[in-house]
């Protein structure tokens, strides 16, 4: 199972990115797909999932400002992100788990400048 994410880059605080997650090598459309980020010197931390039936759970730090999608045909999830802040710096990893198994994405930098 292979996970490419991109779609980071650097934006001013009030704007917006749109990440994208495309999977390779299972049955993406079963799959609860995830986004999680990793500020420096901080933990990794879930900013939200969707799971196969498209339920969605957000971070409280991200509610009505990130929209997290699929599209099983293109195997591919999505994270929608608006009215950015610096705070939200940090890099984006896409996560799923086959048979109990975690798979990551490589990782797409987020910069929100002030």
């Known amino acids: 199972v292979q996970l490419q994410e991109s779609g980071g880059g650097l934006v001013q605080a009030g704007g917006s990115l749109r990440l994208s997650c495309q999977t390779f090598?299972?049955?993406?459309?079963?799959?609860?797909m995830g986004w999680y980020r990793q500020a420096p010197g901080k933990q990794r931390e879930l900013v939200a999932f969707?799971?196969?039936?498209?339920?969605?759970n957000y971070a409280d730090s991200v509610k009505g400002r990130f929209t997290i999608s699929r599209d099983n045909a293109k195997n591919t999830v999505y994270l929608q992100m608006n009215s950015l802040k610096p705070e939200d710096t940090a890099v984006y990893y896409c996560?799923?788990?086959?048979?109990?198994?975690?798979?990551w994405g490589q990782g797409t930098q987020v910069t929100v400048s002030s």
């Open positions: 090598g299972s049955i993406f459309s079963i799959n609860r």
């Open positions: 996560h799923t788990s086959v048979r109990f198994v975690d798979y």
């Open positions: 969707i799971s196969s039936g498209d339920i969605t």
